[in-house]
């Protein structure tokens, strides 16, 4: 059996142990730049889900889409634009001109507690 960082003390009890958790995929996906969209996962539903978003594409400097898990399983997914803010009706308001983000490769972990 393979384990993480473990440290005993002088009396041989065991206070740190990094293995209490283990990651487990669930879902890999790469959207377009320009993509919106959401799906319910199952297997986040009540857990600890991880979310890794990486751009798909292997140049640096590149925008992701933003990503976004709740605690409940839905996945949701929107394009980053870029624009300018203009005075509209007494407020603020931000005029989209183009999409800034990328292909981006979606990754959702959930941490399962070890038996």
Request: glycine content about 6%.
């Amino acid at each position: 059996m393979s384990y993480g960082c473990r440290i005993w003390d002088e009396q041989g009890n065991l206070i740190l142990d990094t293995n209490d958790y283990t990651a487990r995929i669930i879902y890999i996906d790469t959207k377009p730049g320009d993509s919106q969209g959401s799906t319910y996962l199952a297997a986040a539903n009540g857990t600890r889900p991880l979310l890794l978003v990486v751009p798909a594409e292997i140049h640096a400097q590149r925008t992701c889409l933003n990503v976004n898990i709740t605690s409940n399983g839905w996945l949701s997914w929107e394009p980053v634009w870029s624009g300018y803010y203009d005075w509209v009706n007494n407020q603020w308001s931000f005029v989209p001109v183009r999409i800034r983000s990328k292909t981006t490769t979606i990754i959702v972990c959930v941490c399962d507690e070890k038996v």
